[in-house]
């Protein structure tokens, strides 16, 4: 299976995630492409509240597409319990997913169900096929072996 694992990340966290989820992918002997949603310009604290409380978007510093595998791996953080609005103009610019399967991982201090549910509406709106989602607190992947189990979890799930 070919996938590709998308992730935004600010403190480094949800970087760790998304590539624990891309080893346990190649692991079970899936390729895979890690791809870094980049914005185009940096932003600053109060400036990314704003945007995501007001579900407001970013310029990213490309236009990403999903290659043609059978499975998304989408991982961010909650700001503000919101959408944080690298995430949001990402799936702004999907096309049709035509069917895809997607993990969905939203982390972050109090990450909340209704970010959880936002994107997953998002993303049926594109066509995904099964989605595996999961709101995580950081202190539940404060390791690298809890960041490991989640993701055996959610891989597990999606390609079953």
């Given at each position: 299976m070919q996938a590709t694992v998308a992730y935004f990340s600010v403190s480094g966290k949800n970087e760790q995630m998304a590539k624990a989820i891309d080893r346990e992918l190649r692991e079970k002997g899936h390729s895979t492409e890690l791809v870094y949603l980049k914005p185009a310009r940096a932003m600053g604290v109060i400036s990314a509240v704003f945007r995501s409380v007001f579900s407001r978007s970013v310029e990213l510093a490309e236009h990403y597409t999903v290659s043609d595998g059978e499975l998304l791996v989408l991982v961010g953080p909650v700001w503000a319990s919101s959408v944080n609005p690298v995430t949001r103009e990402f799936l702004a610019q999907l096309?049709?997913?035509?069917?895809?399967?997607?993990?969905?991982?939203?982390?972050?201090?109090?990450?909340?169900?209704?970010v959880v549910r936002e994107i997953n509406k998002q993303l049926k709106a594109h066509g995904a096929g099964k989605i595996v989602s999961r709101a995580v607190r950081l202190r539940d992947i404060d390791s690298p072996d809890k960041m490991a189990a989640v993701a055996?979890?959610?891989?597990?799930?999606?390609?079953?």
């Open positions: 096309s049709d997913l035509g069917g895809k399967r997607v993990i969905n991982l939203v982390c972050g201090f109090s990450p909340h169900e209704n055996a979890d959610a891989v597990s799930q999606a390609v079953s």
